[in-house]
């Protein structure tokens, strides 16, 4: 939770940052100034996350979207948080982590070429 949390923090605390990736990662006490985000942004959530509900998700891209940034969001169905860290067998999805991994190097690809 909070590894994205920071990640979204420093992209709008840094115009340098040229393209961010959140992995489940928003925290309700850090509140990043979306309108200093200069980097798209491209999110990756889990259907069974307690504590980042899809929801929460939805009104992140709903908030990014208003802002006038450039967003796409992914909410794996069925998915645990940490569906992505292998160390945790418990909630890795390999399908999920693969198709993020994918679609992640393809978005760095298109947006830092």
Known sequence: MYGGAIIAYAACAN??????????????????????????????FAEKDSSVPPVAARQLETDLKAAGKKVEIHIYEGADHAFFNNTRPEVFNAVYAQDSWTKMLTFFHAELS
Do not use: R, S
């Open 15 to 44: 115009e340098n940052v040229g393209a961010c990736v959140n992995y489940y990662g928003i925290h309700p006490d850090v509140k990043p100034n979306l309108a200093t985000l200069q980097a798209p942004v491209l999110g990756f």
